[in-house]
Structures are given as structure tokens and as C-alpha cells.
């Protein structure tokens, strides 16, 4: 009788196996968990709107059992018959099952359930019946039952075998076929009625902007937990119509400030470990490549896949393409995000995200096309402050969909309408508006537009100097690192004075978030030999060696780059800079360790023995390199450089040595020529 949870669409939220399984517990603790089961079915709200008379049905069934339950406590029970406790035992999971079904209901997509309905009915009526059978083997007569309560259980046989198939009704099954042939018309690039879409919408109940972005929400859930392509293709289509019928029926949205409803949340709130250097975003899948750097897999893949050989944070040739799972790092990103109450679904690491990844048919495409133009030409009709606001916080949160949506809203010519907004004095629009153009900077051909659109740099360059709000200045250098992921723009941008002073003051005076930003901006800029001058003109080896004891990792990777690309003497002579890289070397953390000796390598070589001899006056140096050296878990340029480092200091000491003994001989009377070439071949080799 017991049926399997593959029974039942995979859901996330869906029990374990084990809900499925009768409790092994005494026959009284048996028949009072049955009683709470029944109650806790009876407190249940039928459906609304789909499949309500389904439910209401076996609810009120459900209400009938807990009175049988109810009498059968009364009595004084030590052991109920056999034949009872096998039925009690398979009614508790058809009970079990009944409470699960309407849960799922309840808590899931209404767009998806009308598209399941006749198989939903089916659901409740084989429950139904099975419910019917038991009742049918139930011994009434082996309990002292009151004469009502037999002629409840009679009653409810009696419903059961009265549904002979399960009920589908046919108004559900009308909106089911006018909710397919409005995905039809769209597929065919027809824009919907607008009041046949406003009669799917109050069927459903979707009746406001707030109803809608939950059914988008659930849509997501249910994609990210669906195993079918076929179903997973239908989800996103419905998906799109949603968020079109949203915009188009209710507006845009009032953005809120609680999180609850917002899918997108706020970029800042992420720790830096957890987001993907390239996209910004929360990793879901994160791999190490061969330089021992971290990113999410979709992002690293499509970097290569588009030409690229070199590590995006370090500027480093990769020696190979492999990707290595970071999982230590993966079930940190869950454990985090389980605990902030973030909704995440873990990716599968042989498969492409089933949401973020390219629209998978042309009925979802389409209709995120017109989600785009609607709110595009609504914003170019010059709206008041307040509605620009909810229009371009409406972008910002399609932006951040998918590739395909960064596509169809620059497509439609949003990245000129949002110049303007740029300068806003209002915060929250500024900071959607640059956001917005963040997100969209992520698809490359976008990046194109967005360096070729007349005013829209300047616009950027213009809150990263002076944003209302730190996080608008935070997501302008965000952008500006975007940008720079294309090597033509990389150069372009390091010309600009204004953005190298920007991406400084913001290093220097913003909150983590933000100095984390500018910072990565900082990085790819410092790739560029021509530009780490201009970088060092303006004040970056000081500003980097300020933050090193707040963020070591960013700080030591960005003295590396400018040390290793012209700037090692700049690095060798800032204040405390050779000190506190050999801190980072000897107590930072792994990833920063490694870029730590890269930086010390290049300023040893470049800045002299006085340099040197700094470095060996570090306590415990030499044994953080040994320990570099020999890591399990560190990367095999990371024990290069840690070796390179090593001879540095052997021969430095070597050469003290040597000195020292010369110079104990020259009190003596012997010559000191040969010391000095010999000190002079020694440096010479460092």
C-alpha cells in the first residue's frame, strides 16, 4: 500500500524517505500519532483556486478519522489486535501522504500546479482510495466504539467509495489551455491581450506585484529541483510570462528593503570568500584552476571557453584548464546560506545551472524580450523620480536572471536610458541604476555597449568618485573591474586618471565591501605594465600596505602584480610594506601566502640586499617558507616561489657570512679585494 516518494514530483522541500514509514512505537503511541497526523491535516486551508474541492474533500475526511482516533484513545488500550495495527500502520502513511500533497500545494508554484492539475487530481483520488480500502479491512467491531462514531466511519467509507475518478474541473482545465496558447502566441512573438492575461492572473490569484514575484520565486524553486528538461523548459517559460504579466498588470514593483521578497539580494551582504571574482556573484559551484584561485565553475568555463589562457585574478598564464571542486568551500557556501535563511540550491558539477544559465526555449526568450522593451520605453517616457526607481530596480533584478535577459535588455537600448540615472541625486536610484548596468556588464557583448555608449563610462567614473552611497561606489568599481576582463579595455580604462584615483580614495576610505571592489578592479588593471605606473604615481603601493592587516589576501595579490610588473622598488621602498608581506607570509591565509612570496620574490630581486636583510630580520620567515614549501594543499607555483625565496635568503646570508669572515682577515693584514667582488657577485645573483 506504502508508494514511494518518486511517487510525487522531486521537490526540495519534500520529506525523507523515512516520513513514508510507519512509526515503530507502542499500539497507544501508534493511535496518538495518528490522531495528531489527522488534526494536523484537519488545520490545513483547503487549495484556493486550483483543486479546491479535491482538498476540501479529503480535509473534511481527514476531520472524521481524528474523531474515530479521538474515541479509540479514550478507551483504556494496553494492545490493539493485530489485523488493527497493521491498518493503523498504513493509514499513518496514507495520512502522511495526504498532509504532504497538500503542502506542496500549497507552498508551490500556482502556474505550475495548473499545469499538473489532472495529474494532482489523480493524486488526491488514488489517496482516496486507498484510504477507501483500509476502512474497508478496518475491525470495528474488534472496539468499544460509541454508536456515532460507527456511523462516522460508515460515513466516510461511504464518501470514499462514492469517488469512482478523480474530479477535474473543468474551468481549471479551460485555464490551463488559454495559459498554453498565450505561451504559443508569445513563442510567435505576438504580444498577449492584455486582459486575457489579466483573467489567467486573478484566476490564479496573482492579483498584485507581490503575488507575482512569490509565483516567480516558487517557479525558480521548483526549476531548481526538477530533474526533466522538458518540465525545467515549461517552468522557465511560465517564468517569463509571470514576470511579464507583472510589469505589464501591476507596474513595476516598489523594491523593498527586507530581503524577503527581493530576488536579488544584495551583493554587499555576500562574504568576499564566497563570491566568484568574475561574476560577483554567489558561487554555486566553486573550482580551483591551476593557479589555486577560486571561482564559480559556469564563470571560470565560459572565461576560457572564450579564448582567455590566463587566471582573471592574477593575470598568470594557466599551465592547464582543469578544474578541481572546492568542496570544503561548497558546504561552507550551503552552511551560510542555510543559516541567513538564503535559499541555494547546490549545482551539479557536470551540469549548467538550470536557472542562471541560457533561456532554454524560444517562448521564454520571447516573452523576457517583451518584459524588456515594456520597461524600457517606459523609463524612456521621462517618468517621475519614485516610478523611474521601481522601473530600473525592476532591470536590476531581470538583469541578474540570466545571459539571455542581460541580452534582451540591452537589446531593447536600456544602457542609454539609464545614463541619466546615473547622476541622480536620489540614492536608491543611483544605486540601482548602476547596478543594473553591473549586471549587465557580466555578458560580454555588453561590455561593447557599454564602453561605445556615449556618456555611459563617464556616468560610471562618476559615482565611483562621488556616489551618494558607498554601495553605488562599491558597484561602480565592480563595473569598472567587469570592464577590464577585456584586455583592449583593460588599457583604455588604466589611461583614465580619473578612474585610477577613484578606484583609490575608494580603496582607502570605503567599508570592506567596497574596498574589496576597487581593489579587484585594482588587480586587472595592475595586469598592464603601462598602467602599474600611473597606479604608483597615484598612491596605490601606500594605499595597498594601509589594508593589508584587513584584507591580506587582495592587498599581497595587488603588491605582487605592480612589484612583478615594474613596481618591485616602489614596493621596496613604501613604509612597513616588505615587513607586513612577510606577516602575511607567515601567519596569513593560504591563498594569501602564496601571493606573498610571489610579491617578496620580485622585491628582493629588484630592491637590494637592504631589502633582503629586512625580510631575514622577520621572525620565523624562513620557517613560514619551509612550511610553504612542504603544504600538502598548496599549489606548485606557490612552492616555487617559496623556493626562490629560500636561495634569496641562503645566499644573502652566504654572502654575510663571507663578509664578515673577510673583514675579521683584513684586521689581520690580509687584502680585501676579493671580498668585495665576491659580495658584489653575490648581490649581483640575487
Same mark, same amino acid.
Given at each position: ?58 480535509? %473534511?475526511?481527514?476531520?472524521? =478519522? ?7 484513545? %479514550?478507551?483504556?488500550?494496553?494492545? =490493539? ?41 489523480? $493524486? ?6 486507498? =484510504? ?13 466504539? $460509541?454508536? #456515532? ?5 460508515? !460515513?466516510?467509507? +461511504? ?45 490564479? *490569484? ?7 514575484? #512569490? ?29 511579464? *504579466?507583472?510589469?505589464?498588470?501591476? @507596474? ?7 530581503? +524577503? ?53 592574477? @593575470?598568470?598564464? !594557466? ?21 541567513? +535563511? ?5 549545482? #551539479?558539477?557536470?551540469?549548467? $545551472? ?45 538583469? +541578474? ?15 542609454? $536610458? ?24 557580466? !555578458? ?10 556615449? @556618456? ?92 593589508? #592587516? ?15 610588473? *615594474? ?20 601567519? *596569513? ?40 614549501? @612542504? ?56
Amino acid at each position: 500500500m506504502a508508494i514511494s516518494p518518486q511517487h510525487f514530483p522531486p521537490r526540495k522541500r519534500r520529506p525523507s524517505a523515512g516520513s513514508f514509514i510507519s512509526p515503530n512505537v507502542s499500539d497507544r503511541k501508534l493511535v496518538q500519532s495518528l490522531l495528531l497526523l489527522s488534526q494536523e491535516i484537519s488545520d490545513l486551508k483547503p487549495l484556493q483556486f486550483l483543486l479546491s474541492r479535491a482538498s476540501s474533500s479529503i480535509i %473534511r475526511k481527514s476531520k472524521l =478519522l481524528a474523531v474515530l482516533f479521538e474515541e479509540i484513545l %479514550r478507551t483504556s488500550i494496553t494492545f =490493539l489486535p493485530q489485523t488493527a495495527v497493521l491498518c493503523f500502520q498504513e493509514i499513518y502513511i496514507v495520512l502522511q501522504r495526504i498532509k504532504t500533497l497538500i503542502e506542496d500545494c500549497s507552498n508551490g508554484s500556482k502556474m505550475w500546479l495548473l499545469m499538473q492539475n489532472e495529474s494532482v487530481a489523480n $493524486s488526491f483520488h488514488e489517496l482516496t482510495l486507498d =484510504l477507501s480500502t483500509l476502512l474497508d479491512i478496518f475491525p470495528v467491531k474488534d472496539f468499544d466504539l $460509541s454508536h #456515532d462514531v460507527k456511523e462516522i466511519v460508515l !460515513l466516510v467509507r +461511504k464518501q470514499c467509495r462514492g469517488e469512482i475518478e478523480a474530479f477535474i474541473d473543468p474551468g481549471n482545465k479551460s485555464l490551463r489551455h488559454d495559459v498554453l496558447k498565450l505561451l504559443d502566441q508569445i513563442k510567435q512573438e505576438i504580444v498577449p491581450d492584455q486582459s486575457k492575461l489579466a483573467h489567467i492572473f486573478d484566476k490564479l *490569484g496573482l492579483r498584485d506585484s507581490i503575488s507575482c514575484r #512569490d509565483e516567480i520565486e516558487s517557479l525558480q524553486d521548483e526549476v531548481r529541483n526538477q530533474n526533466c528538461e522538458k518540465s525545467t523548459a515549461e517552468m522557465v517559460a511560465l517564468m517569463g510570462l509571470v514576470r511579464y *504579466g507583472k510589469c505589464v498588470l501591476f @507596474g513595476a514593483s516598489t523594491p523593498t528593503s527586507d530581503g +524577503k521578497h527581493d530576488s536579488l539580494v544584495t551583493d554587499t551582504i555576500f562574504p568576499a570568500d564566497f563570491r566568484c571574482p568574475i561574476s560577483l556573484e554567489l558561487m554555486r559551484d566553486p573550482v580551483v584552476v591551476a593557479t589555486g584561485h577560486t571561482y564559480d565553475r559556469a564563470s571560470i568555463g565560459l572565461w576560457i571557453d572564450s579564448g582567455h589562457k590566463t587566471c582573471p585574478k592574477t @593575470g598568470q598564464t !594557466l599551465s592547464h584548464t582543469n578544474m578541481i571542486p572546492n568542496l570544503a568551500l561548497k558546504n561552507l557556501i550551503l552552511l551560510w546560506c542555510r543559516e541567513q +535563511k538564503i535559499p541555494i540550491e547546490a549545482e #551539479d558539477s557536470n551540469s549548467k $545551472s538550470k536557472v542562471n544559465s541560457v533561456i532554454v526555449n524560444k517562448a521564454a526568450l520571447e516573452a523576457t524580450k517583451m518584459t524588456a522593451t515594456f520597461l524600457v520605453n517606459k523609463l524612456s517616457s521621462s517618468p517621475s523620480t519614485e516610478a523611474a526607481n521601481r522601473i530600473v530596480h525592476e532591470l536590476r533584478v531581470l538583469a +541578474k536572471t540570466d545571459s539571455d535577459s542581460r541580452a534582451c535588455i540591452a537589446e531593447a537600448g536600456a544602457i542609454t $536610458s539609464l545614463v541619466r540615472y546615473l547622476g541622480s541625486e536620489d540614492p536608491n536610484l543611483q544605486v540601482n541604476a548602476v547596478t543594473t548596468i553591473l549586471n549587465l556588464s557580466i !555578458l560580454d557583448a555588453n561590455k561593447t555597449r557599454i564602453m561605445e555608449t556615449n @556618456g555611459v563610462l563617464d556616468g560610471v567614473i562618476g559615482v565611483l568618485r562621488s556616489g551618494v552611497m558607498w554601495e553605488a561606489r562599491g558597484n561602480a568599481a565592480a563595473t569598472i573591474f567587469s570592464l577590464t576582463a577585456v584586455h583592449d579595455y583593460r588599457k583604455k580604462l588604466g589611461r583614465k586618471t580619473r578612474i585610477i584615483k577613484g578606484l583609490i580614495e575608494l580603496a582607502k576610505a570605503g567599508p570592506s565591501s567596497s574596498k574589496r571592489d576597487a581593489l579587484a578592479a585594482i588587480l586587472n588593471l595592475a595586469g598592464e605594465r603601462e598602467v602599474v605606473k600611473r597606479l604608483v604615481e597615484g598612491g596605490i603601493v601606500e594605499t595597498v600596505v594601509e589594508v593589508v #592587516d584587513e584584507l591580506p589576501e587582495e592587498a599581497v595579490t595587488i603588491l605582487a602584480a605592480i612589484a612583478k610588473r *615594474g613596481g618591485a622598488l616602489a614596493v621596496a621602498s613604501a613604509n612597513q610594506a616588505v615587513r607586513k608581506i612577510a606577516l602575511v607570509l607567515r601567519n *596569513g591565509p593560504e591563498r594569501a601566502r602564496e601571493s606573498a612570496a610571489s610579491a617578496l620574490v620580485s622585491v628582493c630581486r629588484n630592491g637590494g640586499q637592504q631589502v633582503v636583510a629586512l625580510l631575514a630580520e622577520t621572525r620565523g620567515i624562513e620557517r613560514a617558507i619551509w612550511e610553504l614549501m @612542504g603544504g600538502a594543499g598548496g599549489t606548485a607555483r606557490a612552492k616555487q616561489k617559496a623556493a626562490s625565496l629560500l636561495r634569496i635568503l641562503r645566499r644573502w646570508s652566504a654572502g654575510v657570512d663571507y663578509h664578515q669572515h673577510q673583514h675579521h682577515q683584513m684586521q689581520e693584514g690580509f687584502s680585501s679585494t676579493a671580498v668585495t667582488n665576491t659580495t658584489s657577485r653575490t648581490i649581483l645573483h640575487v
